[in-house]
């Protein structure tokens, strides 16, 4: 199965970072405009709308028109497993109904001193079977354009706090 992996320091303390990747507004601030990205509806575990914090469990539909070509790409991300401690935090997402036979993201967080190390890696899987596959190889091409634009915006974010 393809991977996709970055990472990137940001000089931020782990708490200020985790607080701000806890919660959607942190997804919808990563974004790039480009993919016009619309939160249709984020449920938590207990059912409730519009929870508080990102847990094991929330569920949250969204729906992407990138560059506005084509139909609007419709999912639902679960936050699947969740853990911080005082020097590492981590969750993991996957996307059920979505674009891709498999997608499962793991974002973790590492402090550094004052600075904490962010880390995406994303585990897919191209729909069409051997085609998919075959395709796959080059899937973290399209990915790394949303990536370094998310991280340089974690950057700007965070640093300027």
């Known amino acids: 199965m393809?991977?996709?992996?970055?990472?990137?320091?940001i000089a931020?303390?782990?708490e200020r970072v985790w607080e701000f990747h806890s919660d959607v507004s942190g997804l919808e601030a990563l974004t790039p405009a480009w993919m016009r990205l619309d939160i249709e509806s984020v449920r938590g575990p207990d059912g409730d709308d519009d929870p508080d914090?990102?847990?094991a469990g929330t569920?949250?539909?969204?729906?992407?028109?990138?560059?506005?070509?084509g139909p609007r790409q419709r999912w639902t991300s679960r936050i699947l497993d969740r853990e911080a401690g005082e020097t590492t935090a981590w969750f993991r997402d996957d996307m059920v109904g979505g674009p891709f036979s498999r997608w499962v993201h793991t974002h973790r967080?590492?402090?550094?001193?004052?600075?904490?190390?962010?880390?995406?890696r994303v585990e897919y899987e191209?729909?069409?079977g051997p085609l998919g596959d075959l395709a796959g190889v080059f899937g973290g091409v399209g990915f790394e354009g949303m990536f370094r634009a998310r991280h340089a915006e974690t950057k700007r974010l965070l640093e300027e706090q």
């Open 109 to 120: 967080f590492v402090a550094d001193g004052d600075e904490t190390i962010v880390e995406d």
């Open 2 to 9: 393809p991977v996709y992996q970055r990472r990137t320091r």
């Open 59 to 69: 569920e949250i539909e969204m729906s992407m028109r990138p560059f506005g070509v």
């Open 53 to 55: 914090e990102l847990v």
């Open 12 to 14: 931020a303390p782990l």
């Open 126 to 128: 191209l729909p069409f």
